[in-house]
């Protein structure tokens, strides 16, 4: 699919990206991934600014953050708004949307970001990252997060294990280049990134740098692929999953399709590597339901087309078979249409009540 930038007017002229990184860290996505980062981030000392849906926006400006980990309940100061404007001021900012929504957001963000702001994507999938380079013709950071996060209620973080971030820069089209350009010219700066490493690793997280983001994006795709949508379709926690040898048979071959497919994408992964980061998960985050599993909990629509979803299309655009996570895609798009259902007959028999109600003399 072929990515138009977003239209010159709404782009804000730059160069290469040397970012003040005294300027605050902006969260876009106060989800349970963006939340727990940015309550972090806040706890080192650092000025956060939130940008979430309003229920999240609400109880963040009623109590502030419930973060629960290992140190224990702590309530975190996080000032939270829906507006997107709110990224003016940022000298880093922190993608957490949803897959689908990155195309909005970028659309949304793009008249705000300063032209030295760092753009940074913690999500999952491999393609947000690429997108927003092209869509915002920038340099963006790609950011695999190794963290397992959960969101019970708004106002309220649970941290079930792992701090990891993985660093790798995407380049994007520099200002004012065709907008038909397929190469990708402009470079974070290595002080920028640096910056942002310091600054993460400030908030205790565990920062390394790679040269090949999009491979490290894959990895964890495949390590996604494999534990996401059975943890949603069992609400099953990683360790009991891990327990259970058909279970096991079932991840080996996500992963052996995944593997397969990354390689046909020119990203040289191991399957044995891949098989061992899955039992990593397990074991470091055994109690742990993959966000795909908070999303069907919750009733919301998942992100099962930018991960299980994403290997079945570069499978079918290489000639890959890929049965397994075609049939994980399936039924939990079978899951989320169910689910969809019942909400829909819940809302028509509250309506329904309601009219009785009016009726009555």
Known sequence: MTTSPLPEASLKAMGPVHAPMQAPVCIVGAGALGSFVGAR?????????????PAQVQALAAGGLRLIDASGTRTVALPATSEMAAVAQAGLVVLCVKSADTEAAARQLAPHLAPD????????????????????RRPVLAGVAYIAAAMPAPGEVRHAGG???VLGAVRGVAAGADAQ??????????????????RLQQAGFEV???????????RKLVVNCACNAISALAQAPYGVMAALPAVR?????????????????GQALDEAEMLAAVDRVARLMATQRSSTAQDLARGRTSEIDHLNGEVLRAGARHGI??????ALVALVKL????????????DTQRQDTQRQHISRP
Do not use: Y
């Open 181 to 198: 350009a397929t190469a990708l010219q402009v470079a974070p700066s290595a002080q920028a990134v640096k910056a942002v490493q310091e």
């Open 321 to 326: 078979q890929t049965p397994a996570n075609q």
């Open 117 to 136: 702001a760092v753009l940074l994507s913690l999500q999952n999938g491999v393609a947000n990252a690429p997108l927003l380079a092209a869509l915002l």
């Open 335 to 346: 899951q989320e249409a169910m689910q969809a259902q019942a909400s829909q007959g819940q």
């Open 208 to 218: 390394s740098l790679s040269g090949t983001p999009l491979a490290e994006l894959w």
């Open 249 to 265: 048979e079932l991840q080996a071959a996500v992963v052996r399709e995944a593997v397969a497919v990354a390689r046909a994408e």
């Open 163 to 165: 701090l990891g971030v």
């Open 41 to 53: 981030l806040a706890l080192a000392g650092q000025a956060v600014q939130m940008v979430g849906r």
